[in-house]
């Protein structure tokens, strides 16, 4: 009897020993954690650049068709559903207008600063204009 006690007692882990192994586990997150984070924030800034380069290829087929690009009043939105021109060939895109990936809508003027037919642009992740890393702003 006592010795199936002991034999009990010994395959069990003592307080340090799983002290330890907790230790070990917070400082590979802590190495790990922020990369990981990091990573998701690049990945973000990538999908709003093609979502943009969607826009441009669909705002590029819409002035083909119609003859010129659609205002800032009609917005991205003329990319889906026809303004009463009769040329318009749409919708320009499979799907509805998306957001960016943080949830803000695109921002489209028409005519663009610069001398540029349109700006099409995210805010980034703070939503407001201007930023730098993932509040940046990106622009076609």
């Not at 799983?18 to 802590?30: R, S």
Request: glycine share 12%; hydrophobic share 40%.
């Amino acid at each position: 009897m006592k010795l199936a006690k002991q034999f009990c007692l010994s395959r069990g882990f003592t307080l340090l020993e799983l002290l330890v192994v907790v230790a070990i586990i917070a400082m590979l997150a802590g190495y790990v954690g922020p990369k990981y984070f990091a990573q998701l924030g690049r990945s973000e800034i990538s999908v709003a650049k093609a979502q943009i380069d969607a826009f441009d290829k669909a705002l590029d087929q819409y002035r083909l068709d119609v003859g010129r690009y659609p205002s800032t009043e009609q917005g991205l939105q003329a990319l889906m559903k026809s303004s009463g021109d009769g040329k318009w060939a749409g919708p320009y895109l499979k799907k509805d207008v998306p957001v960016d990936p943080w949830g803000h809508a695109y921002q489209y003027r028409a005519p663009g600063a610069n001398g540029k037919d349109y700006d099409l642009l995210s805010y980034g992740k703070d939503g407001v204009l201007g930023g730098i890393n993932e509040n940046t702003d990106i622009s076609n």
